[in-house]
């Protein structure tokens, strides 16, 4: 009986979800967002990726799996530009865009609703989730496994035009 039921909770995650996150109800984005502002996630490597991106799968903690879904797309890009990227097995790891900390204000338009740091990933199964990708980890809390694109070059390239990260040639 319970694995029917955690069956069909999983399926109806992955139907809300495949259905894309613009179609969330306004207040899972709200919700997404809220939750957001704690920054409580995981990254790591998945594959190389294309010439200029990396592939991460991000881990986010919410109450609801599409509500973490949500988050995951914020949290790839926060991941790459605070906390880098580990390597693991042959996935060489990243250094994290900017390592000291900067001006807050560009940040919070940057991750607002609607900002710039969408234009930089992509979810690599329109926000499906795999089966083993929503994990309970309490009571009230679920891990949920996103794969996301980040096109890394170009995120890097915009943060050195708003002076945020020093280009690569600045020391020479």
């Not at 955690?6 to 613009?22: K, R």
């Amino acid at each position: 009986m319970k694995a029917k039921l955690c069956f069909l909770l999983l399926c109806s995650v992955c139907l809300t979800l495949s259905t894309g996150a613009q179609q969330l109800p306004k207040r899972h984005v709200k919700k997404a967002n809220e939750q957001t502002q704690e920054w409580r996630y995981e990254i790591e490597p998945v594959n190389v990726g294309t010439p200029g991106s990396v592939v991460v799968k991000v881990w986010s903690f919410s109450k609801k799996p599409e509500v973490a879904a949500e988050q995951a797309r914020k949290n790839a890009i926060h991941g790459v530009i605070f906390k880098g990227i580990p390597a693991k097995d042959r996935i060489p790891g990243k250094k994290p865009l900017v390592e000291t900390p900067v001006e807050t204000g560009f940040f919070e338009h940057f991750f607002a609703e609607g900002g710039d740091y969408a234009r930089y990933v992509t979810l690599t199964t329109n926000g499906a989730i795999a089966a083993g990708d929503v994990l309970k980890t309490s009571k009230k809390e679920y891990k949920v496994g996103i794969v996301a694109t980040v096109a890394y070059n170009e995120l890097r390239q915009y943060l050195e035009s708003k002076g945020v990260v020093r280009k690569l040639d600045a020391g020479f």
